[in-house]
């Protein structure tokens, strides 16, 4: 897998000269991108919501999306780009209708809106995930040529932090497997960013939201657009800069030891272009200390996701019986049991990874 | 809503545990007599299905009498296809047969030109092509009556000719490897090449005397300038490689599963029969053409003889 440089961009928001600048100037700073001609480049924001104004940091606000669309176009005249979404609380729709971004269509003919959750499904098979055995993800997936995420800069109940990585979770098109799958988060996570490891990765930080995130928080102006090529040493910078500790963050955490990724190796970039190592971040930049909610909520929240977790391995259990008693009753038992079809520690493995294993779709049996 | 009336011809292993369960399963078909030489068969499908609508009966012919029945399955042996497919076209019934057509290309053509003739809308599916796909391995269960050509590679010619629809076989070379036990070909290795000049490689083996099916390895591989896919039936995924998309670039191959697919360890057989014959049954219903119809089949025993006659030269 070709990762992109641990290089992270951040720039300050000049209100007189609009968010435009400040995307083009983070965006090169971490060597830019130019999309081949007659490639299809999706942008994935985060509209985890359709009922809070952009002002308010829980969702990507349009003008930073319009920029990036700008920014691509003056690099290739002949692209088409998608703005791809799923379902959340609202309709992928109403939120490209409520939020603005229907707008982008007729501003910019090789715009195109795409409501994940309404699209044609398939089931991928992870190439790097030892705890995923299918995810099922919108066709389009397949069909992108890059990437690029742009998220914002949040608290989460569950997660203690919500950026980049995470933000991929929004590619996940049914919103039922989505929630269920939150005890397993890390695990999806990782198998998401590895599968669509964005180009760019752009976080919307002008205004951050502390407190019980992802969409109940209190919004704190931070005026910031950090950028990326690197998916999770941009979180990490986030996670410095809100002076939060990344060791404390679930998938953040996972995200690293799979990974294998050494903080020493990131490299932080500011506005005047002088190349800082993420290890004196704290000298070099303002650390906001977003504030989170109490200890004891955030406990529970964790505690319930154990339980969750047991309940799905449970769950597989059920479903392997299934299985079981669906063999006995076909003319494959004798099969079976003789160890034709397959020889007993290959069977025996088999069931142990349908149990231990997660499958991240929509199951058509039991 | 209207719906087909299908006989079952010949109820042995594949007819009970694939056909029979299939037309049950598929609301546009009804499943209205079965037909079997044996007795003793018969008796043992009735004791499974005995569905008061069912008629059983010893002799196919009865079955082709009946004007209610819309269309036949032909699940007898090969040898015995050719007479019953000929009386079944005369008798104005739709026909599925399930593979090879014939034993020989004479046989097959006898059979297209009465269906032509005839003007019917027949019907030929020689195998669960939707879905399943090339072997380059297969266990020997049974005695290689007719050799590996006729039992087994029919398939996969079969379907590169669907996969390259409307480009005939220009040339053919052909390696066989016989049993001297049977004097059967048990292996064979067909290199095709078609009028668009794209070339087709099929390696068929029965593998023999394996005592579990760990070996057998069934995959049609299809390389693109801009990609390539591999289908895999034994371990039901597809695996892609399309050059510049992100996932590509990302992972290199990586792997799908079929829509159907339960789990990416369990084989899909049972689907793949259902959907042959919903596709028959569909073909009957829009009054269109089934793929792959009688010529098809019979294009393919022009490959096997021809194959055969390029080994022997």
Not at chain 1, 152 to 179: A, F, M
Not at chain 2, 81 to 102: G, T
Not at chain 2, 119 to 124: C, L
Not at chain 2, 220 to 235: H, L, Y
């Amino acid at each position: 897998m070709k990762l992109g440089e641990p290089i992270v961009s951040i720039v300050d928001v000049d209100k007189a000269r609009g968010v435009k600048k400040a995307i083009y100037k983070a965006i090169n700073l971490t060597g830019g991108l130019k999309p081949k001609k007659g490639s299809l480049v999706a942008i994935k924001p985060n509209l985890c919501t359709a009922r809070k104004s952009p002002e308010t940091g829980v969702i990507t606000n349009v003008e930073v999306v319009k920029a990036i669309i700008d920014y691509l176009n003056d690099q290739c005249d002949d692209i088409q780009i998608l703005i791809v979404e799923s379902n959340s609380d609202r309709s992928a729709d109403e939120a490209f209708r409520r939020l603005g971004y229907h707008e982008l269509e007729d501003i910019y003919s090789n715009v195109k809106l795409k409501n994940l959750s309404k699209d044609r499904t398939i089931k991928i098979i992870p190439n790097f995930s030892h705890k995923i055995s299918i995810i099922e993800i919108p066709e389009t997936l397949l069909k992108i040529n890059y990437l690029i995420s742009v998220a914002c800069l949040k608290r989460h109940v569950n997660e203690r932090y919500t950026g980049i990585w995470k933000n991929s979770y929004g590619l996940l098109p049914y919103k039922p497997i989505r929630i269920k799958m939150h005890p397993f988060l890390s695990e999806v996570l990782f198998a998401l960013n590895t599968m669509f490891w964005p180009d760019l990765s752009i976080i919307d930080a002008e205004t951050a939201l502390e407190g019980p995130g992802p969409i109940e928080g209190i919004p704190i102006n931070l005026g910031k657009i950090l950028c990326s090529r690197h998916p999770l040493a941009i979180d990490l910078v986030a996670l410095k800069m809100i002076g939060e500790k990344c060791s404390k963050v679930p998938h953040i955490k996972y995200a690293m030891k799979h990974l294998k990724l050494d903080e020493k190796e990131i490299a932080v970039i500011l506005d005047k272009g002088s190349l800082r190592s993420y290890l004196d971040f704290n000298e070099i930049n303002e650390i906001y200390n977003l504030k989170f909610i109490p200890k004891s909520a955030y406990l529970l929240y964790r505690l319930s996701m154990r339980i969750r977790k047991l309940s799905i391995y449970l769950e597989n259990i059920g479903y392997l019986f299934s299985l079981m008693g669906y063999t006995l009753r076909t003319p494959f038992k004798e099969e079976v049991i003789k160890g034709r079809i397959m020889p007993l520690k290959a069977i025996l493995s088999t069931i142990l990874n349908f149990i231990l294993k997660i499958e991240v779709a929509e199951r058509i049996y039991g | 809503m209207k719906r087909i009336n299908v006989a079952v011809i010949g109820c042995g292993y594949i007819a009970e545990h694939y056909y029979i369960p299939n037309l049950l399963s598929i609301p546009e078909a009804k499943l209205v007599a079965l037909c079997d030489i044996n007795e003793e068969r018969l008796k043992i499908i009735r004791s499974k299905i005995n569905l008061p609508h069912i008629s059983f009966y010893k002799d196919y012919n009865k079955i082709l009498e009946r004007d209610y029945i819309d269309a036949v399955v032909i699940c007898n042996p090969t040898r015995t296809h050719v007479k019953i497919v000929l009386d079944a076209i005369k008798m104005d019934k739709h026909v599925f047969i399930e593979k090879p057509m014939a034993i020989s290309l004479n046989e097959a053509k006898g059979i297209v030109s009465i269906a032509k003739k005839e003007r019917e809308s027949y019907g030929w599916m020689s195998n669960a092509f939707l879905i399943h796909i090339e072997a380059h391995s297969e266990t020997l269960i049974m005695k290689p009556e007719d050799g590996i050509l006729l039992d087994y590679t029919c398939h996969f010619i079969d379907l590169l000719r669907w996969y390259l629809d409307g480009n005939n076989i220009s040339s053919v070379l052909a390696m066989l490897y016989f049993d001297k036990k049977y004097n059967k070909e048990i292996g064979a290795s067909l290199l095709l090449r078609f009028d668009n000049g794209v070339l087709g490689i099929i390696n068929t083996f029965w593998l023999y005397n394996y005592t579990t099916w760990a070996a057998v390895n069934r995959y049609v591989g299809i390389v693109g300038t801009k990609g390539k896919i591999i289908i895999e039936q034994s371990d039901p995924t597809l695996t892609i490689y399309k050059e510049g998309t992100l996932l590509s670039r990302l992972v290199g191959l990586h792997r799908i599963m079929p829509r159907y697919a339960i789990h990416p360890k369990l084989p899909l057989s049972q689907i793949a029969y259902r959907k042959e014959l919903e596709h028959f049954i569909d073909s009957i219903l829009r009054d269109k053409e089934p793929k792959p119809n009688a010529e098809d089949a019979a294009s393919v025993l022009y490959i096997i003889e021809l194959s055969k006659k390029v080994f022997l030269q």
